[in-house]
């Protein structure tokens, strides 16, 4: 009787830990690549409710859409678009800088000051609630190749979206509201970001240095929020992809950040920054939602645990 008690105890233990598991947002940029295409108007992966709006503020020209662009392995930017630290899918997001064009508005510096931005479902947003907990992630990498003059891409979700204008900002700068994420400050420094309310300036403590040599990096953030009273905390760390990503790992390198912000209007996710490519957008419930961490399906686990449990009544008998 007891291990009859213990097996359907050990049920529904499963399905409680597979309950608390939800990958909310995904975005994998696996949408058709090359040069002339655009991120604005892609409406692919899930957790958004509209299309990406996306362009470039520098020059190639001003305002181009297709300066941000989808990009695969064959138009050789400093990174070839694959990563081992995360899953990732062939295309990536970004600023097309193919070896063979440098004389052609693709050369690595141009396209540059790149922003796009995201409604987020409302589903995902509803979720932001006193308590709760949200783990993002990207994998960013940078892509000019002449030399290190750029900043990197921020991640951010919030009511306003990160603005980059032709010379003095590059993802620093939140217009309509509050942001918190993975920001990538003037310093090229990631850290963790959080966008005021009033100014929509960035700030917040660095941590890694952004890479400038092409080097994917992992940039994952933990937020737990809190309410327009309360304050919203936010932890973030950086990875170089091969390093095997763990939650201690990422507890012991994370620097810490928090604001008072209504969660309830953080409906909007954003990008933005210099000279960047972007893939494998995650935002989850848990660590392993943000690094694409494949867990036990509810029936797997059940049946495990039901062979475990015929096992002891076996033995019993």
């Not at 693709?106 to 589903?123: E, K, T, V």
């Not at 939140?174 to 966008?195: D, E, L, P, R």
């Not at 990422?250 to 604001?259: G, K, L, R, T």
């Not at 210099?274 to 694409?292: K, M, P, Q, S």
Request: glycine letters at 14%.
């Amino acid at each position: 009787m007891k291990a009859k008690f213990a097996i359907i105890t050990a049920i529904g233990f499963a399905g409680t830990l597979n309950s608390q598991a939800a990958l909310q947002l995904y975005e994998g940029f696996d949408y058709t690549s090359g040069l002339g295409t655009t991120l604005n108007g892609q409406n692919g992966g899930t957790g958004f409710a509209g299309a990406w709006s996306a362009i470039n503020t520098n020059s190639y020209p001003s305002g181009s859409p297709t300066g941000f662009a989808i990009c695969n392995s064959t138009l050789s930017t400093l990174w070839n678009g694959t990563v081992t630290s995360v899953p990732q899918t062939g295309t990536f997001a970004g600023s097309p800088a193919p070896t063979a064009n440098l004389s052609s508005g693709f050369n690595g510096n141009n396209p540059d000051h790149l922003m796009a931005q995201r409604a987020l479902d409302p589903s995902v947003t509803a979720t932001f609630t006193l308590g709760a907990v949200t783990w993002m992630s990207y994998v960013e990498a940078s892509n000019f190749k002449a030399n290190g003059n750029g900043t990197g891409c921020s991640f951010a979700i919030g009511a306003g979206s990160l603005y980059t204008t032709g010379t003095d900002n590059r993802g620093w700068t939140s217009y309509g509201g509050a942001c918190i994420g993975i920001g990538v400050n003037s310093s090229k420094q990631f850290t963790a970001g959080i966008w005021d309310p009033s100014t929509g300036a960035l700030s917040g403590p660095a941590g890694a240095a952004w890479n400038t040599n092409g080097i994917p990096q992992i940039g994952i953030a933990k937020i737990t929020w809190g309410d327009a009273l309360n304050p919203t905390t936010i932890q973030q760390a950086t990875f170089n992809d091969g390093t095997t990503l763990t939650e201690a790992a990422f507890n012991a390198a994370a620097v810490s950040n928090s604001a008072t912000l209504d969660p309830s209007t953080c409906n909007m996710l954003s990008l933005g920054g210099a000279r960047f490519d972007v893939d494998e957008l995650r935002v989850g419930t848990t660590f392993n939602d943000a690094i694409g961490a494949a867990v036990p399906e509810p029936t797997t686990t059940v049946f495990s645990l039901l062979g475990l449990g015929t096992l002891l009544i076996r033995r019993r008998k």
